[in-house]
């Protein structure tokens, strides 16, 4: 029997539950890894090498060299652990926000400081924005 | 014996700690948001605690994806601020307070709630910066806390109304303990945030504020919301909100008196909210 997952119908939204978790596992524990300095220098000096040690997807992979944090998500990335790809980066939590979101880190910022994203319009899949 | 005397509730934005930690207090940007904290930090320093049971969620810092739990009570002397991935934040260590957190495990177990026992972890923002807006930047914190982790990152988190019990369970442990402590318990983390997907930078104040109301008036009412009416109107992350109710199920069944309240939109990608309850 399906499992009750009532907030699919939420737009621009991966809930990060078990099923998602299980897909994410080893992307996520990559991501975990960059935690330790000599990780994220290993990663720094050779992308490819550096993932193709982890038994990831080519999908995972891919995603991750073109900082694509939404396909990351779509294959089971969190973005608590995403987040420390941006810090390996040296980018803002907010430069990582505005990216999966098609604005521009300005215009994202200037988003915020307006009140934040309404939820008018952006409660269920299928409304008029 | 030990009693409740006081709740507090909190966001934790990071990036609240890290403009206090790089000097940017004072800047346009942060000054509305620590001078809504003046207030607390007066309250704090005349109403110091002898033990904060302080519930706050790890972000990928302590727990990977190796282990999960979705309860963990802190039982050791100690925790050192973890390195998030920029170096420790420049905060004291935390002290725990072994004997009662010993204590609350046992009698909370026997009350039905599986909690996870943890005598050794680091203890990331989620935790340090209500330390920080509470007290400012002393050289030691002014009391012993005992960390509750709960898992709020993987779906499904625990109901708001399982929180709201489990802080009925504390506050029976609290005020079996035979001592004569004064604990406070804080809840933290949200307000309305979502950090992920093209929705991210949902803010929802009208929705923000309608919790406020009910947390004060009516927690056993909003113990039942839904997890998907947080995520709908308060955003992926705003499902943090569900451990305030553990603090607030502490408090006692007489209505509190309301010390301090503020709300503030944004904190980096965050609506900060804050309350201050007083057991009457």
């Given at each position: 029997m399906a499992l009750d997952k009532p907030y699919q119908d939420v737009p621009g939204t991966t809930i990060f539950d078990a099923e998602q978790s299980r897909k994410g596992y080893h992307l996520n524990q990559f991501c975990m890894s960059l935690m330790k300095a000599e990780n994220r220098q290993r990663f720094k000096a050779n992308e490819r090498a550096y993932l193709d040690e982890w038994p990831m997807t080519e999908e995972q992979k891919q995603a991750v060299l073109a900082r694509d944090l939404n396909r990351c998500i779509a294959s089971g990335g969190n973005i608590y652990f995403l987040a420390k790809i941006g810090a390996t980066d040296g980018k803002s939590f907010q430069y990582m926000a505005a990216s999966m979101t098609g604005m521009t880190q300005d215009e994202y910022a200037q988003m915020m400081l307006q009140g934040g994203r309404s939820p008018e319009g952006n409660r269920y899949r299928g409304e008029q924005k | 014996m030990a009693k409740i005397t006081a709740s507090v509730y909190t966001s934790h934005v990071p990036a609240i700690g890290a403009a206090l930690d790089n000097g940017k207090a004072a800047e346009p940007y942060w000054q509305p948001v620590f001078k809504g904290y003046e207030p607390s930090k007066v309250w704090m320093k005349e109403n110091t605690p002898d033990v904060i049971f302080l519930v706050y969620n790890d972000h990928?810092?302590?727990?990977?994806?190796?282990m999960i739990p979705t309860f963990a009570i802190g039982c050791a002397e100690e925790y050192q601020p973890a390195d998030e991935g920029w170096g420790p934040r420049p905060v004291p260590v935390v002290k725990g307070h072994p004997e009662l957190a010993a204590h609350i495990a046992q009698s909370v177990i026997q009350d039905d709630f599986d909690l996870t026992i943890v005598n050794k972890m680091d203890v990331d923002h989620g935790l340090t910066v209500p330390l920080s807006v509470m007290c400012?930047?002393?050289?030691?914190?002014p009391c012993q806390v005992i960390p509750f982790a709960v898992?709020?990152?993987?779906?499904?988190?625990?109901s708001g109304r399982r929180c709201y019990t489990l802080g009925r369970a504390i506050r029976k442990a609290v005020e079996s303990f035979d001592a004569p402590l004064k604990v406070q318990i804080w809840g933290t983390g949200g307000m309305s945030h979502q950090l992920q997907g093209p929705r991210a930078g949902l803010i929802n104040q009208p929705w923000d504020n309608a919790f406020l109301d009910q947390l004060i008036a009516d927690p056993e009412q909003l113990s039942y919301k839904p997890h998907i009416d947080y995520v709908r109107e308060a955003g992926s992350e705003g499902i943090e909100l569900v451990m305030w109710l553990i603090a607030r199920g502490a408090m006692s069944e007489r209505a509190p008196k309301v010390v301090h309240r503020f709300y503030h939109v944004p904190a980096s990608n965050t609506a900060v909210g804050h309350l201050i309850l007083e057991n009457t």
């Amino acid at each position: 029997m399906a499992l009750d997952k009532p907030y699919q119908d939420v737009p621009g939204t991966t809930i990060f539950d078990a099923e998602q978790s299980r897909k994410g596992y080893h992307l996520n524990q990559f991501c975990m890894s960059l935690m330790k300095a000599e990780n994220r220098q290993r990663f720094k000096a050779n992308e490819r090498a550096y993932l193709d040690e982890w038994p990831m997807t080519e999908e995972q992979k891919q995603a991750v060299l073109a900082r694509d944090l939404n396909r990351c998500i779509a294959s089971g990335g969190n973005i608590y652990f995403l987040a420390k790809i941006g810090a390996t980066d040296g980018k803002s939590f907010q430069y990582m926000a505005a990216s999966m979101t098609g604005m521009t880190q300005d215009e994202y910022a200037q988003m915020m400081l307006q009140g934040g994203r309404s939820p008018e319009g952006n409660r269920y899949r299928g409304e008029q924005k | 014996m030990a009693k409740i005397t006081a709740s507090v509730y909190t966001s934790h934005v990071p990036a609240i700690g890290a403009a206090l930690d790089n000097g940017k207090a004072a800047e346009p940007y942060w000054q509305p948001v620590f001078k809504g904290y003046e207030p607390s930090k007066v309250w704090m320093k005349e109403n110091t605690p002898d033990v904060i049971f302080l519930v706050y969620n790890d972000h990928a810092t302590a727990f990977s994806l190796d282990m999960i739990p979705t309860f963990a009570i802190g039982c050791a002397e100690e925790y050192q601020p973890a390195d998030e991935g920029w170096g420790p934040r420049p905060v004291p260590v935390v002290k725990g307070h072994p004997e009662l957190a010993a204590h609350i495990a046992q009698s909370v177990i026997q009350d039905d709630f599986d909690l996870t026992i943890v005598n050794k972890m680091d203890v990331d923002h989620g935790l340090t910066v209500p330390l920080s807006v509470m007290c400012g930047q002393p050289q030691a914190w002014p009391c012993q806390v005992i960390p509750f982790a709960v898992n709020v990152v993987q779906y499904p988190v625990p109901s708001g109304r399982r929180c709201y019990t489990l802080g009925r369970a504390i506050r029976k442990a609290v005020e079996s303990f035979d001592a004569p402590l004064k604990v406070q318990i804080w809840g933290t983390g949200g307000m309305s945030h979502q950090l992920q997907g093209p929705r991210a930078g949902l803010i929802n104040q009208p929705w923000d504020n309608a919790f406020l109301d009910q947390l004060i008036a009516d927690p056993e009412q909003l113990s039942y919301k839904p997890h998907i009416d947080y995520v709908r109107e308060a955003g992926s992350e705003g499902i943090e909100l569900v451990m305030w109710l553990i603090a607030r199920g502490a408090m006692s069944e007489r209505a509190p008196k309301v010390v301090h309240r503020f709300y503030h939109v944004p904190a980096s990608n965050t609506a900060v909210g804050h309350l201050i309850l007083e057991n009457t």
